[in-house]
């Protein structure tokens, strides 16, 4: 019963990365554009589908909450900067969102807030994962790092990271998504974006060798784990080809691969602690009374209708998005 609830978390978390990713990357790109037409065009991509990328990230506090009690206290307090800022940069950008549209004089403001909700939301959640793999104090189960003990270096570059990680990835979403002159801005965009992912990894590669993270010695003890960055590297390249042969298919799901192989790489190389090196899976999880309750509802029949009607969405919803900008 404890690995089912991890492995639904694991799906969940997943899931979010991939599609709240591209939501907020087209957002950060969003605002790198003063164009009004490719503005409306790249909103048209996410409308259908961002209120119910966002879901995921209830589902993942959810579980965490319901199944693994004891990593969700011990970790909240440890993040409460982090988790408030990345909660109020998604309320902006969705308040944004709603209001653009109603707004005439005042549009340039929310489409300014639009972005900035979508940085920070980004920024946040890069933030605090590196928070965690570098490692954060406790004693006896209670935080014991301070207000901003979560605020480190690796914690600011993996911040950075993932913001030019999402970006990338809702570029690729656009060339998918869109014609016209939206899909080749966006296509224009990948090959730096790619870099920039790339030199963000060799970065913190380096920062680990030079800080002696102890994760590193998870990836000389488990040789396996470098079939991960082979994958990736496989996607990267295929990646590129597909770039030079102006396809729209295959950029976001090399990418997608690549987000997958990631975080696997992470996942794997902690198991089986669920806070690193501090709280394995067996003690973080909830009595098995519970989790066997939480399964015959949210686990048997809720997760799998919120995965169909995902697929069904985005099933429905498939294909270009059409918008005036695609004509000009």
Known sequence: MVMFWVALLAISILIYLLLDGFDLGVGMLF?????????????????????????????????????????????????????????LGLILRGVAFEFRGKASRSRWIWDVCFA??????????????????????????????????????????????????????????????SEGPVRDMARRQIPPLAISVLAFLV???????????????????????????LIGAGAAAVLARSILNHDDYWPFHMVSLIFVAAFGTLALSFWPYMIPFVVTIEEAAAPHASLAFMFWGAGLFVFPLMLLYMAIGYRIFRGKSVSAADHY
């Open 31 to 87: 605002g790198l554009t003063s164009s009004k037409s490719k503005r409306e065009a790249m909103l048209g991509t996410v409308a259908p589908v961002w209120d119910g990328n966002e879901t995921w990230l209830i589902v993942t506090g959810v579980i965490l909450w319901g199944s693994f009690p004891l990593v969700y206290s011990m970790l909240l307090p440890a993040l409460y900067i982090p988790v408030v800022v990345m909660l």
């Open 116 to 177: 900035t909700g979508s940085f920070a939301a980004s920024f946040m959640q890069g933030a605090m994962v590196g928070a965690i793999v570098e490692g954060l104090p406790f004693s006896n189960g209670d935080y014991t790092g301070g207000t901003f003990g979560w605020l480190t270096t690796f914690a600011v570059l993996c911040g950075i990271g993932l913001c030019f990680g999402y970006a990338l990835l809702g570029a690729c979403w656009l060339v998918r998504k």
């Open 203 to 229: 970065i913190v590669f380096v920062h680990a060798l030079a800080e002696h993270l102890p994760i590193l010695h998870r990836w000389i003890d488990r040789p396996y784990l470098f079939v991960f960055p």
